[in-house]
């Protein structure tokens, strides 16, 4: 299948490694050109070289910490230096920090918001205009599971990507008319730095091993197994692409059935 994305620019952020990179693999496979971003320039500049050799797309790298607003206009403008143009945007950040609620402090909930919630908002709105005088664009947000079914121990989590998802929502409306589509897209439990974490505090706190929580979240999952972070990405490229014209507003798990709701 073309997904028609040859040529178009996808901005992706905190793209060095897990579902970022992945995502970026996709795109760059289908012909996207690239512009990726995260905190770790070591990193970034692997995965760019990587991402250039096995596919030939081109590729801006920017050491950036999304929760900073200079940082991200500083991308922004080089994105718009370097090829004129976002056609689409995919907005990703790191997790906040595990805990039950009296665990966080005020200024960790601050932090929260800035790096899951102000990132998104400040990575939108200067390629939004764009996006409307050109008639076409596609803006896919990375949240989590947690938006439609809570995870325990991840209040910060569940609570700050609910406000991408309400803001997300209410902007596929506000821009589908310029032929903009909005959606979402909520990892589950996938083989990521970011769950190897989630496991190892999971373990601190039961007295257990991260095997054992490995163990407990493949019993949960229908399909037996953790998911891949290629399995993420091909679902973003989609959405990205031309195909995906119609679907706008949607906020779609890539979970392997775990969440047990029934939208």
Same mark, same amino acid.
């Given at each position: 299948?073309?997904l ?72 922004? =403008? ?8 976002? =056609? ?85 409306n ?13 990892p ?60 706008t ?12 709701a029934l939208?």
């Amino acid at each position: 299948m073309d997904l028609g994305l040859r040529d178009r620019v996808a901005l992706v952020a905190a793209s060095s490694r897990g579902l970022g990179r992945a995502t970026a693999e996709e795109l760059a496979a289908e012909g996207a050109t690239l512009v990726m971003c995260a905190r770790g320039e070591d990193a970034l500049r692997e995965a760019a070289a990587s991402i250039e050799r096995s596919s030939g797309a081109r590729v801006l790298a920017l050491p950036a910490d999304l929760a900073d607003p200079a940082a991200v206009d500083r991308v922004i =403008d080089a994105a718009m230096q370097a090829f004129g143009r976002v =056609d689409i945007l995919v907005t990703n950040t790191g997790g906040p920090p595990a805990g039950p609620f009296e665990s966080h402090s005020r200024e960790a909930w601050h932090e929260a918001v800035r790096q899951n919630l102000d990132s998104v908002l400040n990575l939108t709105r200067p390629v939004l205009a764009g996006m409307k005088e050109r008639r076409w664009g596609r803006i896919v947000n990375v949240t989590s599971i947690a938006v439609k079914q809570p995870v325990e121990n991840l209040i910060l989590s569940n609570s700050v990507r609910a406000a991408v998802t309400g803001f997300a929502r209410t902007l596929a409306n506000e821009v589908a008319e310029y032929g903009i589509t909005v959606n979402n897209v909520l990892p589950g439990y996938t083989r990521t730095q970011r769950v190897d974490e989630l496991a190892a505090r999971r373990a601190a706190l039961a007295g257990t091993t991260a095997a054992d929580a490995f163990a407990t979240w493949e019993r949960e999952i229908p399909m037996k197994r953790l998911g891949e972070p290629r399995e993420f990405g091909a679902l973003v490229a989609f959405l990205a692409s031309e195909r995906a014209s119609y679907i706008t507003g949607t906020s779609i798990p890539v979970d392997g059935g775990w969440i047990k709701a029934l939208l």
